[in-house]
């Protein structure tokens, strides 16, 4: 089944006219990145120039995807809209909340038994609404869109920060919170930041042992988890080219993590071989005929210094494996170095378990080079001294695999669990036994993301981030330090033995195949399809609408937090145990701000309440303040909100009585998410004002009432001796963003428009 092709016709009809359009405006060539956003404007042709990094614009997004976890409160939001049809094609995909301890069979069913009452709710949501819903068990989000949804020069939206996977198939495909998800399901325009462009250049062709994977983790240990925030990353080159298709997505999934609006590849062999294979003939025939127009022009990759704002580039001749980490995504460590790195840091390389898969490294690929290791041991007569999991990224991936003898061969080992297709252990959905005694231990996985606690709840686990072929190797050895290069193994007979490099499948010889997909298409009318939400359930709360902005200054605010350091979306509303309650924003908000460090105290989930002189933790307080109707205010450094896209973040403060955020610099995502809750999201202008607030300060606003476009706001704190400081605020609030303020919410004023 080719779902919406159609649309990928129409938009494709179009496609030539609107480019030509674009370049006769800009008068130059045109990278891929703006051909597709000028291709998808909500206005039609480019009509204007839009400058990179300041020009706020309207899109008109393609398509959305949902994953169970984000989906509840998109969902909820969506209902509240007023719509009775989504207005592009959408889909939700029931990944999230299956937890991975004993094995795929055991635990998918645990996860069905235990999260039915939410499935039960997304499957009717959908079903009434016109959006596709993926059953648990058929797969990754990511890794389902791209085998499915995903087409080159288009642009999707996605409740996940790494909806962005779908760059391997040339989209631009943007993690965003829920509230930009209802805005394009119910017919407007969504609007981001016109990013700027940093060029990837790729020369030669990756050899031996290095794999996409370690092109990303160059990538982020030369960019780091900021560098690339603002922009979209655009990969050209001879090297690029040679790159398959997932290995593609691989490298913009993981874009990810600096904090990079999206990545993409240009159309090319490798993308019209994937899609061949997974059923999309027809999609083929049509991008081949604007084919030029689904990459950059020829001149751009040229001389990519003239048209990037900035140029990077690397020699796959001589890439090698990496592994990054701990407790960031940016510390890049080639492997032939990690020897020195491990004991120069005290990093244990002790390895218990080794973890492959996720919407990062689960493709089909991806497991042929990890199985030809396995086999290569086995035949060896080498034993692992790891635990080596597998999360396969869809059930088409999974039953091709086993058809094929690739689950066969990871199970030689005594020691594999083949966990369900789902996220698992990558997004804290892991239950490893010994975690809850907080032991100090290393882990390897091929996950994109190893901020502290994220895969086992333990703040004293270091993961490593690598390619599968590496994660197999090190299961194998049992060591950090192990480079299979040119480090032997002692097998069976006590004799040295060397790996050797992996071998992998691009696309199955035999074709793809699968049983049961795990799609179910919705009700062609749902308007007799009734959505119920018991008002007792523990994980579903239907929203009342958030109270609009009184138009007075606010005063009296009282610090609930001031974070000091990284304070990711997952230090502000964790996962793990709490995605139980992604549909229940009063129950979830009692995870608010508890990982946050405290700078007076540097603890955790310890805050002193204001109106009491107890030290109390974080939602309580603030919902003391609330409940006197006292609001308060959160102060934090530099790349507030990094990470997830959850709105949640965003939510739990807003719905607590939080009134502004004010922080040395936002991650994008979670900016957005707070401006559409309603929220004030202010910046220092001066970074080392941060320092003037006090524990026990008093905040006032001094401005608000002519809160404005390019305005800084003036905020008066004062202190409990008396004195005061007027602090600069800076934003990025438009005319629009300022209603959302006015209205309450984003959602506010969709509803009073359809009204």
Known sequence: MVFDLEMIKKLYELYPQKVEAARTLLQKPLTLSEKILYTHLWDGEAKEVYERGASYVDFAPDRVAMQDATAQMALLQFMQAGKQKAAVPSTVHADHLIQARIGADKDLQEAINKNNEVYNFL????????????????????????????????????TDSHTVNAGGLGMVAIGVGGADAVDVMAGMPWELKFPKLIGVKLTGKMNGWTSPKDVILKVAGI??????????????????????????????????????????????????????ATGREEVVKSADLIA??????????????????????????????????????????????????????????????ALIGSCTNSSYED????????????????????????????????????????MDTFKKFESAKIFTNACGPCIGQWDRPGAEKQETNSIVHSFNRNFRKRADGNPNTMAFVTSPEMVAAIAISGK????????????????????DEPVGIELPEKGFDVKDNGYQEPALDGNSILVEVNSSSERLQLLTPFPAWNGENINGAKLLIKAQGKCTTDHISMAGPWLRYRGHLDNISNNCLIGAINAFSGEANEVVNQLTGDKSEVPATARAYKAAGVPSIVVGDHNYGEGSSREHAAMEPRHLGVSAVIVKSFARIHETN???????????????DYDLIREDD?????????????????LQVVHQDGSSDQITLNHTYNEQQIEWFRAGSALNLIRANAN
């Open 123 to 158: 499957s009717s949501v959908c079903n009434k609404y016109g959006i596709g819903f993926w059953k648990p068990g058929a797969g990754i989000i990511h890794q389902v869109v791209l085998e499915n949804y995903a087409f080159p020069g288009g642009m999707m939206i996605g």
């Open 223 to 276: 960019l780091t988890v900021k560098g690339g925030t603002g922009c979209i990353v655009e990969y050209f080159g001879e090297g690029a080219e040679s790159i398959s298709c997932t290995g593609k997505g691989t490298i913009c999934n993981m874009g990810a993590e600096i904090g990079a609006t999206t990545s993409t590849f240009g159309y090319d062999d490798s993308m019209r071989r994937y899609l061949n």
């Open 292 to 353: 030029d127009h689904l990459t950059g022009d020829a001149e751009v990759y040229q001389n990519p210094e003239q048209y990037f704002d900035q140029v990077i580039e690397i020699d796959l001749n001589t890439l090698t494996p990496h592994l990054n980490g701990p407790f960031t995504p940016d510390l890049a460590t080639p492997v032939a170095e990690m020897k020195d790195a491990a004991s120069k840091n005290n990093w244990p390389t002790d390895i218990e378990w």
């Open 367 to 406: 497991l042929t080079r990890a199985a030809s290791i396995v086999d290569d041991a086995v035949n060896k007569g080498v034993k692992p001294k790891a635990i080596l999991g597998i999360n396969p990224g869809s059930e088409q991936v999974r039953y091709t695999a086993e058809r094929d003898g690739l």
């Open 480 to 499: 950090l330090d192990f480079n299979p290069i040119v480090d032997p193994l002692t097998n069976e007979n006590g004799e040295n033995v060397y790996l």
């Open 674 to 688: 707070l401006k559409k809750q309603g929220m004030l999201g202010l910046t220092f202008e001066n970074e080392s």
């Open 698 to 714: 008093t905040f006032n606003f001094i401005d608000l009432d002519s809160f404005a476009p390019n305005k800084s706001l003036t």
